[in-house]
């Protein structure tokens, strides 16, 4: 058995079943075939926007712990002044299809509240929203690579990424995320379809297919809902990959790695280390 879990797969692109598991099930770990490197500060701060949004978030909470309004959602004000810094611009507020009238409205910032919490870096306290010492201890040390690494963490492996959409299947994407940076960074060298990435990542994890009535439902559900949650949802918004974009603005379908990609990530596994190095 132990020879089976230790055979390389064509479908894994010559993981082992046993290096898979370490991939989708514990990421982080030191002995997970695929590292996650740790990052200067100068680097995550020039190339990260959703933390660059943490930090600028975090300040408005020390700065004045942030009053919640009555429903518990943050102030427009707060929204708007962060939103503003123009790290990371929603296309439908953009596009004048939809306003920020309260924190739902913004994804982004919704969400880094939500995963701040679960990480236990912010807490709320009679309609107030304060750092925790935790939290605290971490911003005075200037330790920000260690705030980083919690935050992606409760981010990818605690927090649903399914919270923000309506598709069926709740696993696509999230399941094996680093696998899909890895084949990205791979991969990504120079613009490509994420139709690319999407088929190699479903090749390797067919049973996350739900079974569509025509092949065109096939088609359109797994693309958009592996690019919705990997793509747009989180690779976007760590900086992991630039979209190509249109004169007019418009997104092409097409991907790149970043050079924060290729800093965060490096292979261990002795069966592909002779096939594949991230330079």
Request: overall charge neutral; aromatic content about 14%.
């Amino acid at each position: 058995m132990d020879n089976i879990n230790n055979i390389s797969v064509p479908d894994f692109d010559e993981f082992s079943l046993f290096e898979m598991h370490k991939i989708i099930y514990s990421p982080f770990d030191d002995d997970c075939p695929i590292k996650i490197n740790i990052l200067s500060l100068e680097t995550i701060l020039s190339q990260c926007p959703i933390f660059n949004i943490l930090i600028g978030f975090l300040s408005r909470i020390g700065e004045e712990n942030i009053k919640l309004t009555t429903k518990g959602n943050l102030p427009i004000k707060v929204i708007k002044d962060i939103y503003n810094l123009n790290l990371l611009p929603d296309k439908y507020i953009e596009n004048g299809i939809s306003k920020i009238r309260t924190e739902t409205d913004w994804t982004v910032l919704h969400n880094v509240r939500i995963v701040l919490t679960m990480a236990g870096l912010i807490r709320g306290q009679k309609s107030k929203l304060l750092l925790t010492r935790k939290c605290e201890k971490l911003l005075k040390d200037n330790n920000y690579s260690e705030l980083f690494y919690e935050f992606i963490k409760t981010f990818t492996l605690q927090f649903s990424w399914a919270f923000n959409d309506r598709y069926a299947n709740q696993d696509i994407g999230q399941i094996a995320f680093l696998y899909s940076l890895y084949l990205i960074n791979k991969h990504g060298i120079e613009f490509k379809d994420i139709d690319y990435f999407t088929n190699l990542y479903f090749a390797a994890f067919p049973n996350l297919l739900a079974k569509p009535e025509t092949d065109l439902d096939k088609y359109s559900f797994r693309a958009s809902s592996y690019y919705t949650r990997l793509i747009e949802r989180f690779a976007v918004w760590f900086g992991f990959v630039e979209e190509e974009i249109n004169e007019d603005k418009s997104y092409i379908g097409r991907i790149k790695r970043t050079k924060l990609l290729q800093g965060l990530l490096q292979v261990k596994s002795a069966t592909i280390c002779n096939i594949y190095r991230i330079n």
